[in-house]
């Protein structure tokens, strides 16, 4: 069964970091660009980084950058997004996805979210 399961969000303060993980099961998401999206309550989803299957390269969107490391362990068939310097503007549901076609490309399989609150 093809599933992405993410992890790792939770609550917690201002400046404190957090490390999202994005585990692949049925498939070998080394295959596959992938990417982190977040939707926070009242807005639309919208794009935080981005791993390339190919090179490994990396994006990430101008409000994350500088604080926020996506990274993959192919052995472990994971993806994580290390988040630090977390701001409250940063709350939202996180998700990942597969980009089969690569980095910017339409998504085609989801995870179910995992959810991150920065709150003092």
């Known amino acids: 069964q093809v599933q992405l399961v993410e992890s790792g969000g939770g609550l917690v303060q201002p400046g404190w970091s957090l490390r999202l993980s994005c585990a692949a099961s049925g498939f070998s998401l080394d295959l596959y660009a992938v990417s982190w999206f977040r939707q926070a309550p009242g807005k639309e989803r919208g794009g935080v980084s981005c791993?390339?299957?190919?090179?490994?390269?990396?994006t990430y969107g101008d409000s994350v950058k500088g604080r926020f490391t996506i990274s993959r362990d192919n052995a472990k068939n994971t993806v994580y997004l290390q988040m630090n310097s977390l701001k409250p503007e940063d709350t939202a549901l996180y998700y990942c996805?597969?980009?089969?076609?690569?980095?910017?490309?339409?998504?085609?399989?989801w995870g179910q979210g995992t959810q991150v609150t920065v709150s003092s």
């Open positions: 996805a597969t980009e089969p076609r690569g980095c910017g490309t339409v998504p085609e399989f």
């Open positions: 791993i390339s299957s190919s090179d490994g390269s990396t």
